[in-house]
């Protein structure tokens, strides 16, 4: 009776189907070990991101080509239920504006994106991900835009380089992060 519920992937990790198991019993399952993981370990970043990452798998396994808009607005809720525990995670702000792009419009979209940086200005990898977003996005393409959106990026990563230097506190630190700040 033991061996009918053991529950074993391709490669012994325990993610694949128990024996006897329907495809809907494993969807309930799944859901409700993520459910458990996020709610007893809620500050651990990692079983939030498989919970978002298993909303995808999800549809896929119900039998849907592509991830439709209901897998996303439910990866979207899970994103964001974990950054209420995670304010400051970049992995779980990039997880959300990726999943968010399948859903917005490139305005709405570079709305959201500008919104993150306000509140993580010295981001390298969120301004990055932003440039390389902003160059995919070929309705709001433009030349003159992109200077602007690299000139923001390079005074806001030279803004957090001079606050994280060890001498910013002193006074000749103080002038060069005030002449950066008036830049």
């Not at 490669?11 to 809907?24: C, H, L, N, P, Y």
């Not at 979207?76 to 990039?94: D, F, N, R, T, Y």
């Not at 959300?96 to 917005?104: C, D, E, I, Q, T």
């Amino acid at each position: 009776a033991a061996a009918a519920h053991a529950v074993c992937g391709p490669f012994g990790d325990g993610d694949g189907v128990a024996v006897g198991e329907t495809q809907s019993e494993l969807l309930l399952r799944r859901t409700r070990e993520h459910n458990t993981a996020t709610r007893e370990r809620p500050w651990e970043l990692q079983p939030w991101l498989a919970f978002a990452e298993w909303q995808l798998e999800a549809a896929a396994l119900a039998g849907r080509r592509a991830p439709g808009a209901a897998a996303y607005e439910k990866q979207i809720s899970v994103l964001e239920k974990a950054l209420e525990h995670h304010p400051g995670s970049e992995q779980l702000m990039l997880a959300l504006l990726r999943s968010a792009a399948h859903l917005l419009d490139p305005e709405t979209l570079c709305a959201r994106w500008q919104q993150v940086l306000r509140k993580q200005r010295g981001s390298p990898a969120l301004w990055c991900e932003y440039i390389r977003v902003r160059l995919a996005m070929f309705p709001l393409f433009t030349v003159q835009r992109m200077q602007v959106v690299y000139g923001d990026a390079l005074h806001e990563l030279a803004l957090e380089a001079a606050r994280a230097r060890p001498d910013a506190g002193s006074p000749a630190g103080a002038l060069r992060l005030a002449s950066l700040e008036d830049a």
